[in-house]
């Protein structure tokens, strides 16, 4: 597709070593790399963030259900010019629906519900500290992905949840070594524990 920009990236989880990028195809055509530097909304890939939140403050399991049903979080809940109702995919409604299940079809409803349960200012502090380095407005829109964020904070963010809550920075250089092999300089990536390894787990179950 004439036009396309697309960037590739692919991390360790349990070391931050990235294993491959791919940031463009011409260096004259377009100077920014795509993986790290481009950003776009996120779209419904923040969606697990949002479950996330929910799942390791109110200890939610994949089997707990939702009404899959029209919900309006009202403006005065969070300073919103006005009141916010999200709809679903082909407005398609009805019945009940298991977390894994809303994740999994991407039910919009449910995660309107689930960001209102915890507010949207607990899930931007978890995916700051999940490695998410641009601005996330404090907003329940963001539930539905309207954030700009880069590949390379979307895959090292991802990569927490299969490292058992466990962050750790991205590192593309591990070492310096002079012609010898002589190590000048060795690297060792920051981490943090952003989530309980237990609503980690539960994360990558809703996830399959």
Same mark, same amino acid.
């Given at each position: 597709?004439?036009?396309?920009?697309?960037?590739?990236?692919?991390?360790? %989880?349990?070391?931050?070593?990235?294993?491959?990028?791919?940031?463009? =195809?011409?260096?004259?055509?377009?100077?920014?790399?795509?993986a790290t530097q481009?950003?776009?909304? =996120?779209?419904?890939?923040?969606?697990?963030?949002?479950?996330?939140?929910?799942?390791?403050?109110?200890?939610?399991? %994949?089997?707990?259900?939702?009404?899959?049903?029209?919900?309006?979080? %009202?403006?005065?809940?969070?300073?919103?010019?006005?009141?916010?109702?999200?709809?679903?995919?082909?407005?398609?409604?009805?019945?009940?629906?298991?977390?894994?299940?809303?994740?999994?079809?991407?039910?919009?409803v449910v995660t309107?519900?689930?960001?209102?349960?915890?507010?949207?200012?607990?899930?931007?502090?978890?995916?700051?500290?999940?490695?998410?380095?641009?601005?996330?407005? %404090?907003?329940?829109?963001?539930?539905?992905?309207?954030?700009?964020?880069?590949?390379?904070?979307?895959?090292?963010?991802?990569?927490?949840?299969?490292?058992?809550?466990?962050?750790?920075?991205?590192?593309?250089?591990?070492?310096?070594?002079?012609?010898?092999?002589?190590?000048?300089?060795?690297?060792?990536?920051?981490?943090?524990?952003?989530?309980?390894?237990?609503? =980690?787990?539960?994360?990558?179950?809703?996830?399959?």
């Amino acid at each position: 597709i004439e036009g396309l920009r697309i960037g590739v990236a692919s991390v360790r %989880p349990e070391t931050g070593e990235v294993v491959a990028m791919y940031g463009g =195809a011409d260096y004259l055509v377009n100077q920014l790399n795509n993986a790290t530097q481009m950003i776009g909304q =996120a779209g419904s890939t923040f969606k697990p963030f949002v479950y996330a939140s929910a799942i390791d403050q109110l200890q939610m399991s %994949p089997c707990d259900e939702y009404p899959n049903t029209p919900y309006t979080i %009202p403006k005065e809940a969070y300073g919103m010019e006005d009141d916010w109702t999200p709809r679903n995919s082909g407005d398609t409604y009805g019945g009940v629906l298991t977390l894994k299940r809303a994740l999994a079809k991407s039910v919009n409803v449910v995660t309107a519900r689930l960001i209102h349960s915890v507010g949207p200012k607990t899930v931007v502090r978890l995916a700051k500290k999940a490695g998410i380095s641009s601005y996330i407005p %404090p907003y329940p829109s963001i539930a539905l992905g309207t954030l700009d964020a880069s590949l390379y904070d979307m895959v090292g963010a991802y990569a927490m949840f299969a490292n058992k809550g466990l962050r750790i920075n991205q590192m593309i250089v591990l070492r310096i070594e002079d012609r010898n092999g002589t190590v000048l300089q060795h690297f060792t990536p920051e981490t943090s524990q952003v989530l309980s390894e237990e609503s =980690a787990y539960t994360v990558l179950e809703l996830l399959k």
